[in-house]
């Protein structure tokens, strides 16, 4: 008697294996540009050193549907109880076994940059190309401040003008600022300047003061000589 047929139940062990698997292959390509260019007029063009920073985020997701975490294997009946080499029940289910899938799902996140740094190899040039930048940006300022200076004379000019024929500006209005700091001699401001002041000399002045006859109000009581002599303020020469 084998052990495979004690109580009629067959005991032959039925295993499965079951395996699957999925592979992501995920790449970040970095593309190396052109050096960065800088224009500064009059055809004068430099390159300097390229740093390109590049993050990235890449994520992947996998699933199997319907998700089934079991399934029931089912156990045969492989029953010979006469012996004679064939199964007694052919597809005769005793029962079932439930049996993990091994199913899940997969998740992949990968976080990360790429850095490329590039220069020129030829540094003279480069020095001589910043140079000449330099000069032409020196040149370009010296030309607006000869237009600013071209425009504050000529409003110095208009302005002075204008005041001098009595024309402004009325004070507080919007345009009255364009002339406020313009200043014309004699018209709305004087030239400092100093005045001489005379000196004054002091006299000593006599005056006859003998009592006149009331009765004669217009007896002469003196002449011009006991007036004295005063002078006020120098005389001229």
């Given at each position: 008697m084998n052990a495979e047929t004690v109580g009629g139940v067959s005991a032959t062990a039925s295993p499965v294996a079951n395996s699957s698997g999925s592979v992501t292959n995920q790449a970040i390509q970095v593309l190396q540009g052109p050096y960065i260019t800088n224009t500064y007029g009059n055809g004068i063009q430099c390159q300097g050193a390229t740093m390109n920073v590049t993050p990235y985020v890449t994520g992947a997701v996998s699933q199997q549907h319907p998700y089934e975490p079991y399934y029931m294997d089912p156990v045969y009946d492989l029953s010979d109880a006469n012996d004679d080499g064939i199964i007694d029940n052919p597809g005769n289910i005793?029962?079932?076994?439930?049996?993990?899938?091994?199913?899940?799902?997969?998740?992949?996140?990968?976080?990360?940059?790429?850095?490329?740094?590039?220069?020129?190899?030829?540094?003279?040039?480069?020095?001589?190309?910043?140079?000449?930048?330099?000069?032409?940006?020196?040149?370009?300022?010296?030309?607006?401040?000869?237009?600013?200076?071209?425009?504050?004379?000529?409003?110095?000019?208009?302005?002075?003008?204008?005041?001098?024929?009595?024309?402004?500006?009325?004070?507080?209005?919007?345009?009255?600022?364009?002339?406020?700091?313009?200043?014309?001699?004699?018209?709305?401001?004087?030239?400092?300047?100093?005045?001489?002041?005379?000196?004054?000399?002091?006299?000593?002045?006599?005056?006859?003061?003998?009592?006149?006859?009331?009765?004669?109000?217009?007896?002469?009581?003196?002449?011009?000589?006991?007036?004295?002599?005063?002078?006020?303020g120098t005389p001229p020469d």
């Open positions: 005793l029962y079932h076994i439930p049996t993990r899938t091994g199913q899940k799902n997969n998740t992949n996140i990968a976080v990360g940059f790429s850095a490329t740094w590039s220069r020129p190899l030829d540094k003279k040039l480069q020095d001589q190309c910043k140079e000449a930048a330099q000069a032409n940006i020196n040149l370009m300022n010296q030309a607006n401040a000869n237009k600013r200076l071209d425009f504050e004379i000529a409003r110095l000019k208009n302005c002075g003008e204008l005041m001098k024929a009595g024309i402004r500006f009325a004070p507080g209005t919007q345009y009255a600022k364009i002339c406020a700091d313009v200043q014309v001699a004699g018209v709305n401001f004087m030239v400092p300047h100093n005045h001489e002041i005379p000196k004054i000399e002091k006299k000593t002045v006599e005056i006859d003061l003998t009592p006149v006859d009331k009765n004669n109000d217009n007896v002469p009581t003196g002449d011009a000589s006991s007036l004295g002599t005063f002078t006020i």
